[in-house]
Nanobody, 117 residues
Framework: QVQVVESGGGLVQAGGSLRLSCAAS????????TGWYRQAPGQQRELVAT???????NYADSVKGRFTISRDSAKNTVYLQMNSLKPEDTGVYYC???????????WGRGTQVTVSS
């Protein structure tokens, strides 16, 4: 059974940093890519960053230059380093794991990030 667990969220002041972790277990297939998404209250879930099995990363324009996504394939863990945090980065951050030719995607339950001004 595949499980995806996010951790590392919390309360931080504007300008601060947090590092989120996404740990996947029960993986018996090749992972194609992993993504971080976030959802603010009353807003739709939006893509923050993705990283492929070949370490190709993509970012939302709003986080470019501030967030860095990385992965440790041996641990099936993906990280999101968030620097220079802004109040608008507040939300629940979710991790999504996509297998190669495997559907559906696997999602975690999210971790809360709150940035105070």
């Amino acid at each position: 059974q595949v499980q995806v667990v996010e951790s590392g969220g919390g309360l931080v002041q504007a300008g601060g940093s947090l590092r989120l972790s996404c740990a996947a277990s029960g993986i018996t297939f090749r992972i194609n890519d992993t993504g971080w998404y976030r959802q603010a209250p009353g807003q739709q879930r939006e893509l923050v960053a993705t990283v492929t099995s070949g370490d190709s990363a993509n970012y939302a324009d709003s986080v470019k230059g501030r967030f860095t996504i990385s992965r440790d394939s041996a641990k099936n863990t993906v990280y999101l380093q968030m620097n220079s945090l802004k109040p608008e980065d507040t939300g629940v951050y979710y991790c999504r794991v996509r297998g190669y030719l495997v559907r559906p995607d696997f999602w975690g339950r999210g971790t809360q990030v709150t940035v105070s001004s």
